[in-house]
């Protein structure tokens, strides 16, 4: 997400009033001298010593100001619970000053205090109809952590986009909505034009790649994704990605690079090392593809597949002792004693890899085997939910609840299930 930092808002109303009596005078000159100190000590980074300023006066005596700029100083030391303390006094003080209101948001969201946050934002735009900064936050806090319905969230980019037509991150988020309200034309164009505004905005760059793809527009999928790796030359993800659309597109001496790059980056990740050994194998380079696929085999221990696909290019590389090994060591993992579970984790394989059709087959087998299995219920509605199909998705997670005891173990688990199915119904509403 786009954040702001901490007091990036000119303060606003902070003139000190003048005061009726000569003593009242000169305590006020007092408190405007150290209030004046703590703001210089505060604008040279010295956090400690503006505090100490501000602090300097009865806390009852301070002013909203001294307030915010105690509690910037604190969140500037990360300690946020006196930042929050002192924020929220100053909001307090002076409700109406939205520069208060939006740092304070900054920093609920800091917290992970999203609901206060948005809060904060709501009572912004309220206040002053034309900042477009607490829009902005406002949109992308209620998009990444889905807070409020499509239709507040698309309202939201509308006004930012009316404020600020050129602004790519609203362009973004325009463009996610039109999508999600099912006009991909008008999609497109507000995503190309958020790249257009900014040519470096990864987030756009990458969400064209994925559209495209699922347009199945080959030349725009393979020239926004050559942009993305461009900007993000060391992503793991979006290397593999490219690797795989050149190998489906029957480059595969294109993809291996990528793919290298892509398991030498992530080192911790059997799925890439297996994707560089099987396009090595692809290629007929056994004894490349056998050196991946011994890494991804030792990364991932229980996947009987990873031994299994080591075995074939042993075998390939008439290395008869390594291939034996290397099959006994699938068999073992495939054991058909716990079949239920290995026909799920194959499963998992395949839905990762979008494959739905076959991991599909693969969880209900599974289930024939071990139908009382909670954790085959869950994966299966996940698939559902990946591969687009809320409806199947929810009577799925609906089995699992069935099929999990209301007990503690569970609790947890439940209670997210119950609030994808809530989810996904809230979604076909809109």
């Known amino acids: 997400m786009i954040m702001l930092p901490l007091h990036v808002v000119l303060l606003l109303g902070l003139l000190p009033s003048s005061c009726a009596s000569a003593t009242d005078s000169l305590a006020t000159s007092k408190q405007d001298s150290l209030y004046l100190a703590g703001i210089r000590q505060y604008s040279e980074a010295q956090y400690e010593k503006a505090i100490a300023m501000f602090l300097s006066s ?34 307090a003080k002076d409700s109406l000053n939205i520069s208060f209101r939006f740092n304070m948001g900054q920093l609920l969201a800091r917290e992970g205090a999203i609901d206060g946050a948005i809060d904060q934002y709501k009572r912004i735009v309220v206040l002053d109809t034309s900042f477009f900064p607490a829009y902005e936050q406002l949109g992308q ?28 991150v609203a362009l973004y988020y325009r463009g996610l909505s039109m999508f999600r309200n099912k006009q991909p034309d008008s999609g497109f164009v507000c995503l190309t ?13 990458y969400e064209l790649a994925v559209r495209n793809l699922a347009r199945k527009n080959v030349d725009e999928t393979f020239r926004w994704y050559a942009k993305a790796v461009q900007l993000r030359p060391t ?20 993809a291996l690079p990528y793919a290298l790059l892509a398991a030498d980056l992530d080192t911790a990740n059997a799925t890439y090392a297996e994707q560089a050994g099987l396009l090595y194998f692809s290629l007929g380079k056994f004894d490349s593809a056998a050196m991946y696929l011994r890494k991804a085999a030792v990364l991932d221990g229980d ?44 499963a998992q394989f395949l839905s990762d890899k979008k494959n739905y059709a076959e991991a599909k087959k693969l969880y209900e087998r599974a289930l024939d085997i071990d139908p009382s299995n909670p954790e085959t219920r869950y994966d299966l509605g996940w698939m559902y939910v990946n591969a687009g199909k809320p409806e199947a998705a929810i009577t799925e997670f609906k089995k699992y609840l069935i099929a999990t005891p209301a007990d503690t173990s569970y609790t947890a688990m439940r209670k997210s299930v119950q609030n994808m199915i809530d989810y996904l119904n809230a979604h076909r509403k809109q």
Not at 58 to 87: C, I, V
Not at 142 to 165: F, G, M, S, V
Not at 193 to 205: C, G, M, N, T
């Open 58 to 91: 009865p806390p009852e005596s301070l002013k909203a100001s001294a307030l915010f700029y105690t509690g910037l100083s604190y969140a500037a030391l990360n300690d946020l619970q006196n930042a929050q303390r002192f924020l929220s006094e100053a909001v």
């Open 141 to 168: 806090l209620c998009e990444l952590w889905q807070k409020e319905t499509a239709q507040y969230r698309d309202t939201i980019w509308t006004r930012a986009l009316d404020l600020r037509p050129r602004d790519y």
């Open 193 to 205: 034009r958020a790249v257009e505004e900014d040519s470096l905005f990864y987030a756009a760059v």
């Open 235 to 254: 992503n793991p993800k979006v290397l593999s990605e490219l690797a795989t659309l050149f190998e489906k597109s029957g480059k595969r001496r294109a």
């Open 303 to 346: 996947n009987w597949s990873f031994r299994f696909n080591l075995a074939l290019a042993y075998t390939q590389m008439d290395s008869t002792r390594l291939a034996v090994q290397a099959y006994k060591d699938a068999i073992e993992a495939f054991r058909l004693d716990d079949g239920a579970n290995l026909h799920r984790r194959y």
